[in-house]
């Protein structure tokens, strides 16, 4: 099945992208099994700096940003300036700014000013998302997909730093007024486990046109 043959509104690049444990990946990861599309996810596992910001952020959160910046450049330079043009869309588990707003809550002074030149010389030479989704949940329900998950370096999360980064979002979004941003209140539905949420969630994304600028959904099941 291809998503232009039930849903009336088309989108070349879709990305998922939410605070850390929202279910981005999950979701991006579902739609692109269901629609055959391209799917490009974040490569944090592999970074070697991650589990040593958790435990020493002072002294490991510069190389930390640097080579996260390094990367995610890196995989969407290749993967969107030369796209496979056999799938229907693309859809990604982040986007290049993730990068701003994660070191925004890590970096400060003279290492953070450094980062956000490099920063915007690389986000100006990247394709913009055609729709940019944001999966909006709260910080104890966050919590408790990140415990669920048992990833031994997340562990030192807490409800605190899930509120800055999701301040950072939303500072973002208010300065990018030429992007279609869609925020997804997802905090009355289970997208991951119920089928039917999942449903209404694609219906939700997919089956309304979004003007450019910010807009707000509030899916829900009624069940």
Known sequence: ??????????????????????????????????????????????????????????????????????????????????????????????????????AGNTLTGDEYNLYSQLFHLMYASLPKPDLYIYLHQDPDNLLINIWNRGREYESAITADYLKRIQAGYFDFFRQEPSMRILVVDTREIDFVNKVEDYHTLLDTIFGHEYPVGLSRAFPHTGK
Do not use: C, W
């Open 1 to 102: 099945m291809e998503l232009h043959k039930k849903y009336p509104y088309n989108y070349r690049l879709v990305v998922i992208e939410g605070n850390i444990g929202a279910g981005k990946t999950s979701l991006a990861s579902r739609i692109s099994a269901d629609y055959s599309s391209h799917l490009i996810l974040e490569r944090f596992a592999d970074n070697p700096f991650l589990p040593k910001f958790y435990q020493d952020p002072d002294r490991f959160a510069f190389p930390l940003e640097m080579s996260f910046l390094a990367d995610r450049y890196t995989q969407l330079k290749k993967e969107l300036i030369d796209p496979d043009i056999f799938t229907p869309f693309i859809i990604a588990d982040y986007y290049f700014m993730k990068s701003l707003i994660f």
